[in-house]
């Protein structure tokens, strides 16, 4: 009997500074077969940002209804606006067979996890705290309290490690990403 070979919700969380973003970029520029939630936010958009590319950028009363409707897997409130992911774009993705990831927050993986049970987590790790350290410190674009409040998170966010189906240490862009498609491909016959 063959066994059905049906795309896993992936979602990749981890402490900030690991490098989520630097991943997800490089797999959609290499994988362009993975698709990559796009989150509805309450934040204004940057300069280069469109609306449905990077975010739904919606006002707080739509993202009221989103929440009141059960139409976010998981939602979060960060730096005074909010965050989440459109559950129906998700559910149609991997109803079409295709491999769907999610770079969220650890909360938001919480959240996934208690919805979708099946889903798998993937924690992204450093390679050391040093090196966590550095790339924190490094940006060069926060105060120190800013880099202390991360730091601070970070602790909190690397020890919920456990939580997670499978770790990943971001020593390589190119080799986190080629381990994260295979995790993301193999057959999710239990």
Request: net charge negative; no cysteine; proline share 5%.
């Given at each position: ?6 795309p ?5 969380s ?9 991943v ?11 698709w ?8 204004k ?6 609306h ?11 993202f ?36 769907v990831?999610?770079?969220?927050d ?10 979708m ?10 390679p050391?705290?040093?090196e966590?350290?550095?790339?924190l410190t490094g ?19 690397l ?24 995790l993301?491909?193999v057959s999710s016959?239990k």
């Open positions: 009997m063959a066994v059905e070979v049906r896993r919700l992936t979602v990749l981890g402490p900030s500074g690991v490098g989520k973003s630097t997800v970029a490089h797999m959609r520029k290499v994988h362009p077969e993975v990559l939630s796009v989150s509805a936010t309450t934040r958009p940057r300069p280069g940002e469109r449905g590319v990077q975010y739904f950028f919606v006002g707080d009363d739509e009221d209804k989103l929440i009141a409707n059960g139409e976010l897997l998981e939602w979060a409130e960060f730096a005074g606006n909010r965050y989440g992911t459109p559950r129906q774009a998700v559910l149609e993705r991997l109803a079409a067979g295709e491999p990831l999610l770079e969220i650890l909360q938001g993986a919480r959240q996934v996890k208690e919805s049970p099946d889903s798998r987590l993937v924690f992204l790790a450093p050391s705290w040093d966590l350290v550095r790339r940006r060069g674009t926060e105060s120190a309290e800013v880099i202390e409040r991360r730091l601070a998170a970070a602790t909190v966010e020890a919920a490690e456990s939580e997670f189906d499978t770790t990943l240490v971001n020593t390589s862009v190119e080799d986190v990403s080629r381990e994260l498609l295979a993301m491909t016959g």
